[in-house]
């Protein structure tokens, strides 16, 4: 059974940075797609940033040029680094990965970026 876990919210002042990592468990096989979704209070979840297998990476407008995602496959890892953070960045951050048919999620990990 497929797990996604996620590490690395935390409370940061606007400005700050952050690291959010997930490790999948429980399959060999890589993903076609590996990314990152967040939700704020009152708002649909929506994409932040995704990667794929090959290398490509595509980003949400409003994270360009302070949000990279990176990914190794070998080890069924993704991590966001995540800069410049703004309080409209708060949210719960969820992995997300890909491959044929199926979607994982992970748990969620609360991210706040305080005024």
């Known amino acids: 059974q497929v797990q996604l876990v996620e590490s690395g919210g935390g409370l940061v002042q606007t400005g700050g940075s952050l690291r959010l990592s997930c490790a999948a468990s429980?399959?060999?096989?890589?993903?076609?797609?590996m990314g990152w979704y967040r939700q704020a209070p009152g708002k649909p979840r929506e994409l932040v940033a995704f990667?794929?297998?090959?290398?490509?990476?595509n980003y949400a407008d409003s994270v360009k040029g302070r949000f990279t995602i990176s990914r190794d496959n070998a080890k069924n890892t993704v991590n966001l680094e995540m800069n410049s953070l703004k309080p409209e960045d708060t949210g719960v951050y969820y992995c997300?990965?890909?491959?044929?048919?199926?979607?994982?999620w992970g748990q969620g990990t609360q991210v706040t970026v305080s005024s």
């Open positions: 990667a794929s297998s090959e290398g490509t990476t």
């Open positions: 429980g399959t060999i096989f890589r993903f076609n797609a």
């Open positions: 997300n990965a890909q491959r044929g048919g199926s979607i994982y």
